[in-house]
């Protein structure tokens, strides 16, 4: 697996190594889990948002 360094402060760091014990993690699986999370709030508040006009159209379509 290939690898990067992302630049963060100490107390960040420090967090995310307990975090990362709590969970019984490394730091790196910490961190993509925690991307995972993110991406998915982001999605889900988007799924919660109002339909556009397309959308309302699209599912009032009559299918027959």
Avoid: F
Wanted: charged share 30%; net charge negative; glycine share 8%.
């Amino acid at each position: 697996m290939q690898s990067t360094s992302v630049r963060i402060d100490i107390a960040t760091h420090r967090e995310l190594k307990e975090l990362a014990a709590s969970l019984g993690t490394t730091v790196g699986d910490t961190v993509a889990i925690a991307v995972r999370r993110l991406r998915q709030d982001k999605i889900g508040a988007e799924l919660h948002g109002e339909l556009t006009i397309e959308e309302v159209s699209w599912l009032d379509a009559d299918l027959g």
